[in-house]
Protein backbone atom coordinates (compact mmCIF):
# COMPACT_ATOMS: atom_id res chain seq x y z
CA UNK A 1 0.00 0.00 0.00
CA UNK A 2 2.87 1.95 0.30
CA UNK A 3 3.53 2.77 -3.17
CA UNK A 4 -0.01 3.90 -4.12
CA UNK A 5 -1.93 6.95 -4.63
CA UNK A 6 -5.38 7.16 -3.27
CA UNK A 7 -8.33 9.96 -4.65
CA UNK A 8 -11.14 10.94 -2.80
CA UNK A 9 -14.13 12.58 -3.88
CA UNK A 10 -15.81 13.98 -0.60
CA UNK A 11 -14.13 13.81 2.50
CA UNK A 12 -16.53 14.33 5.63
CA UNK A 13 -17.15 11.96 8.19
CA UNK A 14 -16.67 8.55 6.26
CA UNK A 15 -14.22 10.01 3.91
CA UNK A 16 -12.10 11.39 6.26
CA UNK A 17 -11.80 8.84 8.75
CA UNK A 18 -11.04 6.49 5.82
CA UNK A 19 -8.21 8.61 4.89
CA UNK A 20 -6.99 8.69 8.13
CA UNK A 21 -6.68 5.36 8.71
CA UNK A 22 -4.56 5.12 5.88
CA UNK A 23 -2.37 8.22 6.90
CA UNK A 24 -1.61 5.71 9.69
CA UNK A 25 -1.46 2.58 8.69
CA UNK A 26 0.87 4.00 5.74
CA UNK A 27 2.19 7.55 6.01
CA UNK A 28 3.86 7.23 3.02
CA UNK A 29 0.47 7.29 1.19
CA UNK A 30 0.10 10.10 -1.19
CA UNK A 31 -3.51 10.98 -1.09
CA UNK A 32 -5.83 13.53 -3.10
CA UNK A 33 -9.20 15.18 -2.58
CA UNK A 34 -11.86 17.27 -4.27
CA UNK A 35 -14.91 18.50 -2.59
CA UNK A 36 -16.79 21.19 -2.51
CA UNK A 37 -15.95 22.67 0.88
CA UNK A 38 -12.23 23.91 0.31
CA UNK A 39 -11.83 25.41 3.87
CA UNK A 40 -11.86 21.78 5.18
CA UNK A 41 -9.33 20.55 2.39
CA UNK A 42 -7.23 22.60 3.68
CA UNK A 43 -7.30 21.98 7.06
CA UNK A 44 -7.30 18.31 6.18
CA UNK A 45 -3.89 19.24 4.60
CA UNK A 46 -2.88 21.11 7.68
CA UNK A 47 -3.29 17.78 9.30
CA UNK A 48 -0.84 16.17 7.12
CA UNK A 49 -3.91 13.62 5.49
CA UNK A 50 -4.22 15.25 2.06
CA UNK A 51 -0.91 15.71 0.19
CA UNK A 52 -2.57 17.38 -2.90
CA UNK A 53 -6.05 19.70 -2.98
CA UNK A 54 -8.01 19.18 -6.22
CA UNK A 55 -9.90 21.73 -7.79
CA UNK A 56 -12.55 19.14 -9.37
CA UNK A 57 -12.84 15.70 -10.86
CA UNK A 58 -10.32 15.74 -13.95
CA UNK A 59 -7.03 14.53 -15.05
CA UNK A 60 -5.61 14.95 -11.61
CA UNK A 61 -7.29 11.96 -10.85
CA UNK A 62 -5.33 9.76 -13.68
CA UNK A 63 -2.50 9.23 -10.99
CA UNK A 64 -4.88 7.53 -8.34
CA UNK A 65 -4.85 3.83 -8.06
CA UNK A 66 -7.95 3.78 -5.70
CA UNK A 67 -10.56 6.56 -5.96
CA UNK A 68 -13.20 6.41 -3.08
CA UNK A 69 -16.63 8.31 -3.80
CA UNK A 70 -17.82 9.38 -0.31
CA UNK A 71 -20.60 12.11 -0.99
CA UNK A 72 -24.15 11.88 -0.93
CA UNK A 73 -25.31 8.89 -3.36
CA UNK A 74 -27.61 11.54 -5.21
CA UNK A 75 -24.16 12.97 -6.28
CA UNK A 76 -22.09 9.62 -6.78
CA UNK A 77 -24.05 9.03 -10.10
CA UNK A 78 -22.61 12.02 -11.33
CA UNK A 79 -19.08 12.13 -10.28
CA UNK A 80 -18.89 9.03 -11.54
CA UNK A 81 -19.63 10.25 -15.24
CA UNK A 82 -16.56 13.12 -15.08
CA UNK A 83 -14.34 10.17 -13.46
CA UNK A 84 -14.52 7.73 -16.01
CA UNK A 85 -12.48 9.09 -18.82
CA UNK A 86 -9.97 10.12 -16.02
CA UNK A 87 -8.94 6.60 -14.81
CA UNK A 88 -5.86 4.52 -15.55
CA UNK A 89 -5.62 1.42 -16.43
CA UNK A 90 -5.89 -1.07 -13.53
CA UNK A 91 -7.35 1.69 -11.22
CA UNK A 92 -10.39 0.58 -8.79
CA UNK A 93 -13.32 2.88 -8.10
CA UNK A 94 -15.21 2.23 -4.81
CA UNK A 95 -17.81 4.04 -2.55
CA UNK A 96 -19.07 4.33 1.03
CA UNK A 97 -22.87 4.08 0.21
CA UNK A 98 -25.01 2.69 2.95
CA UNK A 99 -26.98 0.91 0.08
CA UNK A 100 -25.56 -0.38 -2.63
CA UNK A 101 -28.01 -1.90 -5.90
CA UNK A 102 -28.74 1.69 -7.03
CA UNK A 103 -24.90 2.31 -7.25
CA UNK A 104 -24.25 -0.32 -8.88
CA UNK A 105 -27.11 -0.36 -11.44
CA UNK A 106 -25.12 3.14 -12.38
CA UNK A 107 -21.94 1.76 -12.73
CA UNK A 108 -23.10 -1.33 -15.01
CA UNK A 109 -25.01 1.51 -17.29
CA UNK A 110 -22.06 3.78 -17.20
CA UNK A 111 -19.99 0.82 -18.33
CA UNK A 112 -17.41 0.52 -15.18
CA UNK A 113 -18.07 -2.82 -13.63
CA UNK A 114 -14.82 -3.92 -14.89
CA UNK A 115 -13.11 -1.55 -12.18
CA UNK A 116 -15.65 -0.65 -9.29
CA UNK A 117 -16.02 -2.35 -6.33
CA UNK A 118 -18.50 -1.17 -3.93
CA UNK A 119 -17.92 -0.77 -0.36
CA UNK A 120 -19.83 0.09 2.92
CA UNK A 121 -18.03 0.99 6.18
CA UNK A 122 -21.03 0.17 8.91
CA UNK A 123 -19.97 3.10 11.04
CA UNK A 124 -20.88 6.54 11.36
CA UNK A 125 -21.63 9.13 14.25
CA UNK A 126 -24.25 11.49 15.20
CA UNK A 127 -22.07 13.92 14.29
CA UNK A 128 -20.77 14.53 10.56
CA UNK A 129 -17.59 16.57 8.43
CA UNK A 130 -13.92 15.83 8.07
CA UNK A 131 -13.92 17.64 11.34
CA UNK A 132 -15.36 14.94 13.09
CA UNK A 133 -13.48 12.00 11.66
CA UNK A 134 -11.15 10.15 13.04
CA UNK A 135 -8.44 7.81 12.17
CA UNK A 136 -9.84 5.28 14.27
CA UNK A 137 -13.67 5.12 13.63
CA UNK A 138 -14.10 2.21 11.43
CA UNK A 139 -11.66 -0.31 13.81
CA UNK A 140 -13.35 -3.53 14.26
CA UNK A 141 -16.55 -2.18 12.30
CA UNK A 142 -17.75 -4.54 9.56
CA UNK A 143 -16.88 -3.17 6.25
CA UNK A 144 -18.89 -4.98 3.64
CA UNK A 145 -17.35 -5.37 0.20
CA UNK A 146 -19.54 -5.64 -2.89
CA UNK A 147 -17.73 -6.49 -6.38
CA UNK A 148 -19.58 -6.39 -9.44
CA UNK A 149 -20.38 -9.45 -11.65
CA UNK A 150 -17.00 -8.81 -13.86
CA UNK A 151 -14.58 -7.13 -10.63
CA UNK A 152 -11.72 -8.18 -11.16
CA UNK A 153 -10.39 -10.47 -8.48
CA UNK A 154 -7.42 -9.10 -7.05
CA UNK A 155 -9.52 -5.44 -6.94
CA UNK A 156 -11.53 -7.59 -4.41
CA UNK A 157 -8.47 -8.73 -2.66
CA UNK A 158 -7.18 -4.87 -2.78
CA UNK A 159 -10.33 -3.50 -1.08
CA UNK A 160 -10.36 -6.36 1.70
CA UNK A 161 -6.79 -5.28 2.27
CA UNK A 162 -7.38 -1.61 2.59
CA UNK A 163 -10.59 -2.42 4.99
CA UNK A 164 -8.24 -4.65 7.37
CA UNK A 165 -5.22 -1.99 6.87
CA UNK A 166 -7.50 0.39 8.87
CA UNK A 167 -8.49 -2.06 11.11
CA UNK A 168 -12.15 -2.65 9.54
CA UNK A 169 -13.52 -6.55 9.64
CA UNK A 170 -13.95 -7.10 5.55
CA UNK A 171 -16.76 -8.89 4.46
CA UNK A 172 -17.61 -9.42 0.55
CA UNK A 173 -21.02 -9.36 -0.32
CA UNK A 174 -23.21 -9.59 -3.60
CA UNK A 175 -24.97 -6.36 -3.72
CA UNK A 176 -28.67 -7.78 -4.24
CA UNK A 177 -28.37 -10.05 -1.02
CA UNK A 178 -26.70 -6.46 0.73
CA UNK A 179 -29.26 -4.84 0.75
CA UNK A 180 -31.67 -7.27 1.34
CA UNK A 181 -29.85 -7.60 4.96
CA UNK A 182 -29.91 -4.25 5.50
CA UNK A 183 -33.30 -3.69 4.57
CA UNK A 184 -34.37 -6.45 7.39
CA UNK A 185 -31.64 -5.28 9.96
CA UNK A 186 -31.64 -1.91 9.73
CA UNK A 187 -34.19 -0.02 7.52
CA UNK A 188 -37.26 -1.72 8.88
CA UNK A 189 -36.50 -1.25 12.40
CA UNK A 190 -36.20 2.48 11.90
CA UNK A 191 -39.58 2.63 9.60
CA UNK A 192 -41.03 0.36 12.48
CA UNK A 193 -39.39 2.28 15.54
CA UNK A 194 -40.78 5.69 13.74
CA UNK A 195 -44.47 4.58 12.62
CA UNK A 196 -44.54 3.07 16.71
CA UNK A 197 -43.80 6.35 18.05
CA UNK A 198 -46.21 8.49 15.72
CA UNK A 199 -48.87 5.82 16.58
CA UNK A 200 -48.65 6.61 20.13
CA UNK A 201 -48.36 10.43 19.43
CA UNK A 202 -51.56 10.42 17.05
CA UNK A 203 -53.32 8.06 20.16
CA UNK A 204 -52.29 9.91 23.35
CA UNK A 205 -54.79 12.22 25.27
CA UNK A 206 -55.11 15.94 25.52
CA UNK A 207 -52.90 15.47 28.72
CA UNK A 208 -50.05 13.07 27.19
CA UNK A 209 -50.11 10.29 29.91
CA UNK A 210 -48.50 8.32 27.43
CA UNK A 211 -46.01 10.29 26.65
CA UNK A 212 -45.32 10.66 30.25
CA UNK A 213 -45.52 7.32 31.19
CA UNK A 214 -43.16 5.92 27.95
CA UNK A 215 -39.92 4.59 29.45
CA UNK A 216 -38.50 1.07 29.74
CA UNK A 217 -39.39 -0.87 26.70
CA UNK A 218 -40.99 1.97 24.35
CA UNK A 219 -37.39 3.91 24.87
CA UNK A 220 -35.93 0.67 24.06
CA UNK A 221 -36.72 -0.30 20.87
CA UNK A 222 -38.07 3.29 19.63
CA UNK A 223 -34.30 5.16 20.29
CA UNK A 224 -33.41 4.54 16.13
CA UNK A 225 -36.31 6.91 15.62
CA UNK A 226 -34.42 10.17 16.94
CA UNK A 227 -32.21 9.70 13.40
CA UNK A 228 -32.08 11.82 10.46
CA UNK A 229 -35.08 12.44 8.89
CA UNK A 230 -32.37 13.51 6.34
CA UNK A 231 -30.54 10.48 5.61
CA UNK A 232 -33.51 7.97 6.19
CA UNK A 233 -35.75 9.32 3.45
CA UNK A 234 -32.61 9.22 1.05
CA UNK A 235 -31.47 5.58 2.16
CA UNK A 236 -35.39 4.86 2.04
CA UNK A 237 -35.75 5.93 -1.88
CA UNK A 238 -32.71 4.29 -2.96
CA UNK A 239 -33.50 0.67 -1.04
CA UNK A 240 -36.64 1.43 -2.04
CA UNK A 241 -37.71 -2.38 -3.42
CA UNK A 242 -36.29 -4.40 -0.59
CA UNK A 243 -37.27 -2.04 2.34
CA UNK A 244 -41.10 -3.00 0.84
CA UNK A 245 -40.63 -6.59 0.37
CA UNK A 246 -39.51 -6.61 4.16
CA UNK A 247 -42.10 -4.33 5.26
CA UNK A 248 -45.01 -6.46 3.45
CA UNK A 249 -43.62 -9.80 4.97
CA UNK A 250 -43.74 -7.84 8.10
CA UNK A 251 -47.69 -6.50 7.55
CA UNK A 252 -48.35 -10.53 7.00
CA UNK A 253 -46.99 -11.28 10.66
CA UNK A 254 -48.79 -8.59 12.20
CA UNK A 255 -51.89 -9.51 10.72
CA UNK A 256 -51.57 -13.33 11.55
CA UNK A 257 -50.51 -11.84 15.20
CA UNK A 258 -53.92 -9.46 15.31
CA UNK A 259 -56.09 -12.53 13.40
CA UNK A 260 -54.53 -14.50 16.65
CA UNK A 261 -55.91 -12.37 19.04
CA UNK A 262 -59.03 -11.83 17.92
CA UNK A 263 -59.69 -15.80 18.00
CA UNK A 264 -57.93 -15.91 21.40
CA UNK A 265 -55.58 -18.42 20.70
CA UNK A 266 -53.01 -18.68 23.21
CA UNK A 267 -51.23 -20.76 21.64
CA UNK A 268 -50.40 -18.60 18.33
CA UNK A 269 -49.22 -16.08 21.18
CA UNK A 270 -47.25 -17.59 23.00
CA UNK A 271 -45.22 -19.40 20.08
CA UNK A 272 -44.97 -15.76 18.87
CA UNK A 273 -43.23 -14.31 22.23
CA UNK A 274 -41.31 -18.20 22.10
CA UNK A 275 -39.81 -18.40 18.54
CA UNK A 276 -38.42 -14.63 18.85
CA UNK A 277 -37.07 -15.15 22.34
CA UNK A 278 -35.65 -18.09 21.01
CA UNK A 279 -33.69 -16.67 18.23
CA UNK A 280 -33.21 -12.97 19.70
CA UNK A 281 -31.40 -14.69 23.01
CA UNK A 282 -29.28 -16.82 19.78
CA UNK A 283 -27.53 -13.21 18.78
CA UNK A 284 -24.49 -12.51 20.80
CA UNK A 285 -24.48 -10.42 23.80
CA UNK A 286 -28.10 -10.97 24.51
CA UNK A 287 -29.11 -12.87 28.23
CA UNK A 288 -31.41 -15.73 28.72
CA UNK A 289 -34.60 -15.13 29.16
CA UNK A 290 -36.63 -12.09 29.41
CA UNK A 291 -35.47 -9.06 27.56
CA UNK A 292 -34.16 -6.88 30.85
CA UNK A 293 -33.53 -3.38 30.88
CA UNK A 294 -30.35 -1.91 28.50
CA UNK A 295 -28.16 -0.04 31.35
CA UNK A 296 -25.64 0.29 28.73
CA UNK A 297 -23.80 3.31 26.82
CA UNK A 298 -20.87 2.83 23.97
CA UNK A 299 -17.62 4.63 24.24
CA UNK A 300 -15.73 6.09 21.29
CA UNK A 301 -12.25 4.30 21.94
CA UNK A 302 -9.20 3.69 20.28
CA UNK A 303 -7.98 -0.11 19.56
CA UNK A 304 -4.49 -0.09 21.53
CA UNK A 305 -3.15 -2.22 24.16
CA UNK A 306 -4.45 -0.69 27.08
CA UNK A 307 -7.33 1.35 26.22
CA UNK A 308 -9.67 -1.18 27.67
CA UNK A 309 -7.74 -1.78 30.83
CA UNK A 310 -7.35 2.40 31.05
CA UNK A 311 -11.36 2.34 31.59
CA UNK A 312 -12.05 -0.47 33.61
CA UNK A 313 -9.23 1.31 35.92
CA UNK A 314 -11.20 4.40 35.86
CA UNK A 315 -14.10 3.51 36.93
CA UNK A 316 -13.50 0.39 39.35
CA UNK A 317 -11.82 3.33 41.21
CA UNK A 318 -15.28 4.19 41.67
CA UNK A 319 -16.67 1.33 42.83
CA UNK A 320 -18.46 0.72 39.58
CA UNK A 321 -19.22 -2.90 38.76
CA UNK A 322 -19.29 -3.42 35.07
CA UNK A 323 -21.58 -6.74 33.59
CA UNK A 324 -20.07 -7.02 30.54
CA UNK A 325 -18.07 -5.28 28.07
CA UNK A 326 -18.16 -5.53 23.79
CA UNK A 327 -16.78 -4.85 20.61
CA UNK A 328 -19.52 -3.10 18.23
CA UNK A 329 -19.25 -4.26 14.43
CA UNK A 330 -21.78 -2.23 12.89
CA UNK A 331 -21.82 1.41 14.29
CA UNK A 332 -23.35 3.37 11.14
CA UNK A 333 -25.77 4.79 13.48
CA UNK A 334 -23.26 6.59 15.38
CA UNK A 335 -22.35 3.79 18.25
CA UNK A 336 -18.94 4.13 19.87
CA UNK A 337 -16.57 1.23 19.13
CA UNK A 338 -16.81 -0.15 22.69
CA UNK A 339 -20.51 -1.07 24.39
CA UNK A 340 -20.41 -1.10 28.20
CA UNK A 341 -23.59 -3.04 30.52
CA UNK A 342 -24.27 -2.44 33.59
CA UNK A 343 -26.41 -4.17 36.09
CA UNK A 344 -27.96 -0.88 37.53
CA UNK A 345 -28.86 2.28 36.19
CA UNK A 346 -27.60 4.20 38.97
CA UNK A 347 -24.22 2.37 37.93
CA UNK A 348 -24.77 3.39 34.27
CA UNK A 349 -25.09 7.15 35.19
CA UNK A 350 -21.96 6.93 37.43
CA UNK A 351 -19.84 5.59 34.66
CA UNK A 352 -21.57 7.60 32.26
CA UNK A 353 -20.23 10.92 34.66
CA UNK A 354 -16.66 9.87 35.59
CA UNK A 355 -15.49 8.84 31.75
CA UNK A 356 -17.30 12.25 30.94
CA UNK A 357 -14.39 13.42 33.51
CA UNK A 358 -11.84 12.31 31.20
CA UNK A 359 -13.20 13.49 28.15
CA UNK A 360 -14.37 9.44 26.53
CA UNK A 361 -16.84 10.48 23.37
CA UNK A 362 -20.03 8.67 24.64
CA UNK A 363 -23.30 7.90 22.90
CA UNK A 364 -26.16 5.63 23.54
CA UNK A 365 -27.15 6.22 27.20
Known sequence: MEDKIVGFIGLGLIGGSIARGIKRACPDVKILAYMRTRSKLEQAKRDGIVDVILDGVGEAFRECDIVFLCTPVEYNVRYLEMLRPCLKDGAIVTDVGSTKVSIHQAVKELKMEDCFVGGHPMAGSEKTGYENSTDHLLENAYYIITPTPVSRQEDVEEMVAVARLIGSIPIVLDPVCH???????????????????????????????????????????????????EMWEQICMTNTQPICDMLKAYIDSLQKILDGLCRKDSQSVYDLFDRSRSYRNSIPDTRKGSVPPDYSFTVDIVDEPGSISTLSVILSARGINIKNIGINHNREHGEGALRITFYEESAMNEAWKQLKKYNYELTGR
Open 179 to 229: DRIVAAISHLPHIIASSLVNLVQDSDDSQERMKQLAAGGFKDITRIASSSP
